[in-house]
T-cell receptor, first 111, second 113 residues
Framework: QKEVEQDPGPLSVPEGAIVSLNCTYSNSAFQYFMWYRQYSRKGPELLMY????GNKEDGRFTAQVDKSSKYISLFIRDSQPSDSATYLC???????????FGEGTQLTVNP | GAGVSQSPRYKVAKRGQDVALRCDPISGHVSLFWYQQALGQGPEFLTY????????KSGLPSDRFFAERPEGSVSTLKIQRTQQEDSAVYLC???????????FGSGTRLTVV
């Protein structure tokens, strides 16, 4: 079993839809959780960074972490075609330690 | 430069050939990571440097893989006697001490034929 599990999709939604992306993890030592966005043939780009359980909002993006159920979520409101990318969730034990990624969810937002 | 720079962007190697992949991290970033990303998969950890010290190399898949960062800035990932299963994108990431998250380069796409 992988330490971070993520539904690979693909997920296709109309423009303006609310998108929900989810991951589960098994490593209880994870304290830091991140969401990265990766466009085709580009490196991952940090979207959201969360410490421990709770919610964090940044513009149209909201990240949620529930450590009791080992569940990580990313919500995208008013989705745009430019949001079309692969979204990667990741966990880390400390702020400077290696990241363990899920396999990524491919999202397409249709105009 | 402002970002993490990796070269070459694309590399085609014949099976058995040695390759060297270069990473120029953001200036001042102490931590440097190498990841391997197979097609349709998330990045997998290979190795980690803090300055010139290689603190974790547990993710290197075999002794054909070797990484160095002799002066604590530029890093090189070397793969000896390449095999077809080495075909992947090799990503480098760096982090400023105390900062959140990591900045990734665009990667080197290695194809072994």
């Amino acid at each position: 079993q992988k330490e971070v599990e993520q539904d690979p999709g693909p997920l296709s939604v109309p423009e303006g839809a609310i998108v929900s992306l989810n991951c589960t993890y098994s490593n209880s030592a994870f304290q830091y959780f991140m969401w990265y966005r990766q466009y085709s043939r580009k490196g991952p780009e940090l979207l959201m960074y969360t410490y421990s359980s709770g919610n964090k909002e940044d513009g149209r993006f909201t990240a949620q972490v529930d450590k009791s159920s080992k569940y990580i979520s990313l919500f995208i409101r008013d989705s745009q075609p430019s949001d079309s990318a692969t979204y990667l969730c990741a966990g880390a034990e400390t702020s400077g330690s290696r990241l363990t990624f899920g396999e990524g969810t491919q999202l397409t937002v249709n105009p | 430069g402002a970002g993490v720079s990796q070269s070459p962007r694309y590399k085609v190697a014949k099976r058995g050939q040695d390759v060297a992949l270069r990473c120029d991290p953001i200036s001042g970033h102490v931590s440097l990571f190498w990841y391997q990303q197979a097609l349709g998969q998330g990045p997998e950890f290979l190795t980690y440097f803090q300055n010139e010290a290689q603190l974790d190399k547990s993710g290197l898949p075999s002794d054909r893989f070797f990484a160095e960062r002799p002066e604590g800035s530029v890093s090189t990932l070397k793969i000896q006697r390449t095999q077809q299963e080495d075909s992947a994108v090799y990503l480098c990431a760096s982090r400023l001490q105390g900062a959140y998250g990591y900045t990734f380069g665009s990667g080197t796409r290695l194809t072994v034929v």
